[in-house]
């Protein structure tokens, strides 16, 4: 594949996945009811900005490539990656628990993961 299409491969990933982040947000939260079919809008979003982040650090790496850009690339990376972690678990998992077991399971270390994930994707 030349670079050029891959770009722009790349580049209509990004836009989709901004597309999809924001219906999401603004469509699937605020009109329709929870559910598997309406929450892969937004978790479909965060998997594909893993690939659109990956083709922004190809092109960028071609113009000033340096160490302290693959270390903000892998932290991002792995933000994004928890983040959407995190988001599965809230719609897919989160969502068909009963109250008291889901309180249970946040008292515990999972608070914790999903507080460090978050914490993680806001430094990338």
Do not use: H
Request: charge should be positive; charged fraction near 10%; hydrophobic fraction near 55%.
């Amino acid at each position: 594949m030349f670079p050029s299409t891959q770009y722009r491969l790349y580049a209509w990933a990004a836009m989709l996945c901004g597309l999809l982040i924001i219906i999401k947000k603004i469509i699937v939260e605020l009109l329709l009811p929870p559910n598997a079919a309406t929450n892969v809008v937004g978790t479909l979003g965060l998997l594909i900005g893993l690939f659109a982040l990956t083709g922004m650090y190809f092109y960028q790496r071609e113009a000033n490539g340096g160490r302290l850009e693959i270390i903000s690339y892998i932290v991002i990376w792995f933000g994004l990656g928890a983040a959407s972690g995190a988001d599965y678990a809230k719609n897919y998992i989160f969502l068909y628990m009963s109250k008291s077991a889901l309180q249970a399971l946040l008292a515990g270390p999972t608070r914790l993961v999903l507080v460090s994930s978050s914490l993680f994707f806001l430094l990338g």
